[in-house]
């Protein structure tokens, strides 16, 4: 028996073609699409001991409206917890501070629902430490923020106790 080359043209070969394509091109789109809605952002948190008991805000997340109506604040959940201590979750309605010169300039001084999460500093010590944090907003985006913690007695100059910036 000869090998057909003509075998994807014929009718046997078609539905093998067509499931084959299909299945190539869901799997494609599903890929796509969890890489589009979920973003990842890398935070470095600076925390002074000071060898009392203490906790820092390590940040809080808000969800905003144009209109300035209250929105949910964002699901969070702690994926990677610090070695150290825990990281704890609350929900807290307190006003926030906008850009003026942005689209939610007349939503500056309102109430926002927010999602903050704060550590217990430790009392001694130094070094580093790490967490995750994934926040899901209403509308099923998510964004992964992985936190560098870096602690310390005395922190270098020009960082001060909860400072977070981007790394």
């Not at 994926?79 to 939610?104: E, I, R």
């Not at 560098?148 to 020009?158: C, Q, S, W």
Request: glycine share 8%; aromatic share 8%.
């Amino acid at each position: 028996m000869a090998f057909d080359t003509n075998r994807w043209a014929t009718r046997a070969g078609r539905p093998f073609a067509v499931a084959l394509v299909a299945v190539a091109v869901a799997g494609t789109c599903a890929i796509g699409a969890a890489r589009a809605d979920t973003d990842r952002i890398e935070k470095r948190l600076w925390v002074a001991v000071s060898g009392k008991a203490q906790t820092v805000v390590v940040d809080s997340f808000r969800e905003m409206r144009e209109d300035c109506s209250a929105a949910p604040a964002p699901a969070l959940a702690v994926t990677k917890q610090p070695k150290l201590a825990k990281l704890t979750v609350k929900t807290v309605t307190a006003p926030g501070t906008t850009d003026p010169t942005g689209p939610y300039a007349a939503c500056n001084g309102k109430k926002f629902n927010w999602s903050r999460v704060t550590w217990p500093v430790p009392t001694k010590g130094e070094g580093t430490d790490s967490a995750v944090i994934q926040a899901t907003e209403s509308s099923g985006d998510v964004t992964v923020y992985d936190f560098e913690i870096v602690y310390a007695k005395k922190l270098p100059a020009g960082k001060t106790s909860g400072l977070v910036e981007d790394r």
